[in-house]
């Protein structure tokens, strides 16, 4: 059974800082991996999508690795922004096309 | 363009009381879609999922039930709700075949039971 975890629960950092948000992930016999951006009270962003065979994906400032060796994933930020303050969730796609989700990291990035 | 539909958007309900939830997809055929949970402090849960009208796969065992009575329809039910049920419930899509397309999240029904 797949288990999606991702570490920090929470952080904080000041605006500009760059910044990486972590997943790893139990099995490693996975379509894709795709990270997820959610503000309050709302439903889930795809900010990005990574196929099991690539290594990264990148959207502006946002920058995504795979290794599926090791079962994990980065998220990385440049420069953040006070509006990139949100809850971050990575998930893992199996062959039974079901979506394994993390609990995500909530970021704050302070002014 | 696809579009999801998901409502209601908030929805307050008492114990015992029954629960229809709906939503559609627009734009798209045969899509897979997912019925997720989230509660406070918890991961998304995945609930029900379908590849197609009438089939339903269940995850967890629960007193909640899903239908697809057309392609593009989902309803989320239950007849009578319990206090565990309250959360936020998600909607999803993803075209079917193609799971390297990334999945589409409606905004939503924040349900409380009281």
């Known amino acids: 059974k797949q288990e999606v975890t991702q570490i920090p629960a929470a952080l904080s950092v000041p605006e500009g800082e760059n910044l990486v948000l972590n997943c790893s992930f139990t099995?490693?016999?996975?379509?894709?991996l795709q990270w997820f951006r959610q503000d309050p009270g709302k439903g889930l962003t795809s900010l990005l999508l990574?196929?099991?065979?690539?290594r990264e994906q990148t959207s502006g400032r946002l920058n995504a690795s795979l290794d599926k060796s090791s079962g994990r994933s980065t998220l990385y930020i440049a420069a953040s922004q006070p509006g990139d303050s949100a809850t971050y969730l990575c998930a893992a796609l199996g062959g039974s096309e079901k979506l394994v989700f993390g609990k995500g990291t909530k970021l704050t990035v302070n002014p | 363009s696809q579009t999801i539909h998901q409502w209601p958007a908030t929805l307050v309900q008492p114990v015992g009381s029954p629960l229809s939830l709906e939503c559609t997809v627009e734009?798209?055929?045969?899509?897979?879609l997912y019925w997720y949970r989230q509660a406070a402090g918890r991961g998304l849960q995945l609930l029900f999922y379908?590849?197609?009208?009438?089939?339903i796969s269940s995850e967890v065992p629960q007193n909640l039930s899903a239908s697809r009575p057309q392609d593009r329809q989902f309803i989320l039910s239950s007849k009578k709700l319990l206090l565990s049920d309250s959360g936020f419930y998600l909607c999803a899509w993803l075209f079917r075949g193609l799971p390297n397309s990334p999945l589409h999240f409606g905004n939503g029904t924040r349900l409380t039971v009281t």
């Open positions: 990574i196929q099991s065979s690539q």
């Open positions: 379908s590849v197609g009208i009438g089939q």
């Open positions: 099995d490693s016999a996975i379509y894709n």
């Open positions: 734009g798209t055929s045969n899509p897979n």
